[in-house]
C-alpha cells in the first residue's frame, strides 16, 4: 500500500483481538449476523506513522425476530391476571416493499371507537332531526 494511507484494526466490545486490520481507504462489510442481538460498541484504532486515533461507535443489533408485546408496558404496576397479546415476526429485509408491523394484529385504539361513535351519533341526530316524519 501507498505510504500515505493510514492502518485501521476494529474492534467489537471488549475483545483483545481485532477483527479486521485494514489499508485505508477501504470499505468494510461488518456481518452482525455474527453478533447476538442487543447494544455493541465498535471501536476503531487508526495508525498512521507513529500517529494513532480513536473512534468508538455504539449500536444495538437486532438479527432476530421483532417481539410484540400488548397488554403490560415497561415498568407497570399491575394485579389479577392480564391477557396478553404476544406475536413475533420477521422483518423480511430482503423484501424491496415493506410495511413495517403489518403482520403483527393489534387492538384498535380507543380513540378510533371514541371518533366512530360520535360520528355515529351525529348520523343518527342528523337523520332524526332532518328527515323526521
Known amino acids: 500500500m501507498g505510504k500515505h494511507n493510514a492502518t485501521v484494526f476494529l474492534y467489537i466490545d471488549e475483545e483483545p483481538d481485532p477483527i479486521a486490520e485494514l489499508q485505508t481507504p477501504i470499505v468494510f462489510n461488518l456481518d452482525t449476523t455474527k453478533l447476538t442481538d442487543g447494544e455493541h460498541t465498535l471501536k476503531i484504532i487508526s495508525k498512521f506513522g507513529n500517529k494513532e486515533g480513536l473512534k468508538i461507535i455504539h449500536f444495538n443489533v437486532r438479527n432476530g425476530p421483532i417481539i410484540h408485546l400488548e397488554g403490560l408496558s415497561d415498568q407497570e404496576t399491575v394485579n389479577g391476571v392480564l391477557p396478553l397479546m404476544l406475536n413475533a415476526y420477521?422483518?423480511?429485509?430482503?423484501?424491496s416493499f415493506i410495511i413495517k408491523g403489518s403482520e403483527n394484529p393489534r387492538t384498535i385504539p380507543v380513540w378510533v371507537w371514541i371518533i366512530a361513535l360520535v360520528f355515529a351519533a351525529w348520523g343518527a341526530f342528523y337523520l332524526v332531526t332532518?328527515?323526521?316524519l
Open 90 to 95: 420477521d422483518t423480511g429485509k430482503n423484501q
Open 130 to 132: 332532518n328527515f323526521s
